[in-house]
T-cell receptor, first 113, second 116 residues
Framework: NAGVTQTPKFQVLKTGQSMTLQCAQD?????MYWYRQDPGMGLRLIYYSASEGTTDKGEVPNGYNVSRLNKREFSLRLESAAPSQTSVYFCASSHQDLKETQYFGPGTRLLVL | AQKITQTQPGMFVQEKEAVTLDCTYDTSDQSYGLFWYKQPSSGEMIFLIYQGSYDEQNATEGRYSLNFQKARKSANLVISASQLGDSAMYFC?????????????FGKGTMLLVSP
């Protein structure tokens, strides 16, 4: 099992450009999440999807959109990138069990110039 | 108020010694979960250990144990017999509720450096 995979690993954008970060999991998890990690800030939740067909805002959703394409895939889109969106983006997934442990992908480093 | 507080920005420990990383949390929920994750310099987030609010025993996973003091709202990570490979950033996180829709709130992390 690959677990949670993310593409691309690294991306440089100019201000105003758009891009989509892809995430897929092969653990048959229902829930999926997108976080961003900034220096000294820990991880902050952008959006999550409790099940296929549903999405909800997290702590920092502004400037982002998401799509839960199917049970395996959850994408994050930046419509018009801003320098403030320079960050490391993590996707995670979890079972809906007692623990709901989240397992993370390797991350995408995004630099917006 | 922060929901997860990690007061130690950095910790140093010698190889083979034990180290405790502090975490305090704030919630009014009766049902919640506490997690520790490790982030080495390579960047990935690795799940280490979980403690449920109703668990009576402290969680243990190999060299990792969680010192859970519910009344004090603390969930400290104890690493026994530190190894050089333990050098990493460590994050404490909390899941409030248990509905399938619950999300994690992370602390800001503690950087642990293990010296030979």
């Amino acid at each position: 099992n690959a677990g949670v995979t993310q593409t691309p690993k690294f991306q440089v954008l100019k201000t105003g450009q758009s891009m989509t970060l892809q995430c897929a999991q092969d653990m048959n998890h229902n829930s999926m999440y997108w976080y961003r990690q900034d220096p000294g800030m820990g991880l902050r939740l952008i959006y999550y999807s409790a099940s296929e067909g549903t999405t909800d805002k997290g702590e920092v959703p502004n400037g982002y959109n998401v799509s839960r394409l199917n049970k395996r895939e959850f994408s994050l889109r930046l419509e018009s990138a801003a320098p403030s969106q320079t960050s490391v983006y993590f996707c995670a997934s979890s079972h809906q069990d007692l623990k709901e442990t989240q397992y993370f992908g390797p991350g995408t480093r995004l630099l917006v110039l | 108020a922060q929901k997860i507080t990690q007061t130690q920005p950095g910790m140093f420990v010698q190889e083979k010694e034990a180290v405790t990383l502090d975490c305090t949390y704030d919630t009014s929920d009766q049902s919640y979960g506490l997690f520790w994750y490790k982030q080495p310099s390579s960047g990935e987030m690795i799940f280490l250990i979980y403690q449920g609010s109703y668990d009576e025993q402290n969680a243990t996973e190999g060299r990792y144990s969680l010192n859970f003091q519910k009344a004090r709202k603390s969930a400290n990570l104890v690493i026994s017999a530190s190894q050089l490979g333990d050098s990493a950033m460590y994050f404490c996180a909390m899941r409030e509720g248990n509905s399938g829709y619950s999300t994690l709130t992370f602390g800001k992390g503690t950087m642990l450096l293990v010296s030979p």
